[in-house]
């Protein structure tokens, strides 16, 4: 058996600029700052004694031929690597599959490709990884999805990533204590799951229009970068703040009633401020929380609170006993 572990991302600003209507229309690219967080994707392979294929997911697959599989990630991720019969693939994660803003899904994608490699003998670059995994993505399933989530899923770290106009990515790691943003910071699930897909392709449509807040965004990414540099992580709460009202700006059906009455009931608690993390309409946000707070949020609400600690391995093979 052979398993690769694989971290989810929270961007803390400047998500929306890793769209290609974006990166292609600005002369300074796009800019995110993110990090890997140590909730992770798994994914195990196993050699079969036939030539079929098993997959395991929320739904089991069993299939002869790799392109009568339904799961789009696994069947083009064999279909990149050249592994295409005899395996049984198995995943599993840290968090809900779908739906929760972290960007597990380009999570999946890079964790099978790293898989699928080793399962083939050929080691490959975190850059590689990356880069497949936006090829899948967006341009075989034709998905309007920007490139932060692959990118920090394969690198890990605390990132500064730009996105160019040649399709180019820069990965800029940032100096800083990380260990640190566990204690100030955290993650609050809102228990709501939604397809990202129809909110990008709107905020995809709307990116000329909304250009001004944008590239605001993209500002915020390099303020909050030079704040987590110098330690200053008491003033990234109300940054947070001013990137979701952003952000909220961009698209219909970001927010919701269920998701702003959590968000006040948050700073209510003493949170200094906070965003809703992916594309919208559910999953965590994220919260800069003062000595204290994180206690005060899990004793005064029901909702799974995750502290933000971070992963620096990137997308790693944890296992590989196959004897070769």
């Keep these: 058996m052979l398993i690769t ?8 600003c400047g998500g929306g600029t890793d ?3 974006f990166y292609q229309n600005h002369a300074a690219g796009g800019l995110v700052t993110s990090m890997a967080l140590d909730a992770h994707i798994y994914v195990a392979i196993n050699k079969r004694f036939d030539d079929s294929i098993r997959i395991s997911y929320s739904q089991t697959e069993n299939v002869d031929n790799f392109e009568d599989l339904q799961h789009e990630l696994v069947r083009e991720a064999m279909r990149l690597t050249g592994v295409t019969s005899g395996v049984e693939i198995t995943t599993i994660a840290d968090i809900p599959g ?5 960007g597990s899904s380009s999570s999946v994608t890079v964790g099978l490709l790293h898989a699928l490699h080793a399962f083939a003998g050929r080691q490959v670059s975190a850059s590689q990884l990356a880069e497949e995994a936006c090829r ?3 341009e075989i399933l034709d998905q309007t999805i920007g490139k932060q989530d692959q990118y920090a899923a394969a690198f890990g770290g605390l990132n500064q990533i730009q996105f160019n106009a040649d399709e180019s990515v820069t990965v ?3 100096d800083s204590n990380a260990a640190g ?12 799951t939604r397809k990202a897909t129809p909110i990008l392709e709107q905020q995809s449509a709307n990116t000329s229009n909304k250009m001004e807040r944008l590239i605001s965004m993209r500002e915020q990414a390099n303020e909050v970068a030079g704040m987590i540099q110098s330690g200053n992580l008491e003033s990234i709460g109300k940054l947070l703040s001013d990137a979701w009202e952003l952000k909220r700006g961009l698209a219909d059906g970001i927010s919701n009633e269920e998701i702003d009455s959590l968000f006040d009931q948050l700073m209510e608690l003493g949170c200094s401020g906070g965003k809703l993390l992916g594309a919208g309409g559910g999953g965590f946000i994220l919260v800069q929380t003062p000595p204290g707070v994180q206690e005060k949020i899990s004793d005064a609400l029901d909702n799974k609170v995750l502290p933000l600690n971070a992963d620096f391995s990137g997308s790693t093979l944890i296992l590989d006993d196959r004897g070769v």
Aim: charged share 20%.
């Design 5 to 12: 572990r694989t971290p989810v991302r929270v961007s803390f």
């Design 19 to 21: 769209l290609p209507a």
């Design 98 to 102: 779908k739906g929760t803003g972290l």
């Design 136 to 138: 899948i993505e967006i």
């Design 172 to 174: 800029t790691p940032i």
């Design 181 to 192: 943003l566990g204690d100030k910071f955290c993650l609050v699930w809102t228990g709501l």
